[in-house]
């Protein structure tokens, strides 16, 4: 349960990254805008929009082509903040995959756990089967023997009675 809880951590770790970065960029916007700075560029949450629109088909074509239409979309701050997401999601694609194998490794564990303890308890079974027919074997001669007992005492108790009324 702890890999699995380190693979949620570390999730949300670069969940939350992420969507920092997009509160800072936004942010940063909105206080170009308010100073004045930016009055003379268009909103840059309509500019990835529309990049991104028309860079959808050119991703065919190349996506070299279409990472480029996107940088001179969104500007100087936006590459910086671009490179960090697309670092960002790198490391987000190694850090499922490792978990993926892990959490793959921890099942097929499991399973083989499951498999031993299976086999174990076919084996504790056998044994239990084997010691309870010798019990019973055992028993069976034990009350074969008990019987004959009892039948040569009965001859003997018959002898003896027939030999005190004689």
């Known amino acids: 349960m702890g890999k699995f809880g380190r693979l949620l951590l570390s999730s949300a770790v670069l969940g939350i990254t992420a969507a920092t970065a997009y509160y800072y960029m936004e942010e940063s916007a909105k206080a170009k805008k308010e100073a004045g700075e930016g009055a003379a560029e268009p909103d840059t949450t309509e500019m990835l929009k529309t990049a991104a ?52 490794e921890i099942l097929e564990e499991g399973e083989e756990e499951i498999a031993e303890d299976l086999a174990e308890d076919e084996a ?26 009892k039948a040569e005492e009965a001859a003997e108790a018959k002898e003896d009675s027939e030999k005190a009324e004689a």
């Open 53 to 104: 629109n028309r860079t959808y088909t050119t991703i065919k074509n190349g996506t070299a082509e279409a990472y480029s239409k996107v940088k001179e979309a969104i500007g100087p701050q936006g590459e910086e903040v671009l490179d960090v997401v697309e670092e960002t999601a790198g490391k987000v694609k190694d850090v499922f995959t490792d978990s993926a194998s892990k959490v793959k």
């Open 124 to 149: 504790i079974k056998e044994a239990v089967a084997e010691d309870l027919a010798e019990a019973k074997e055992e028993k069976v001669e034990e009350l074969a023997e008990a019987k004959e007992e």
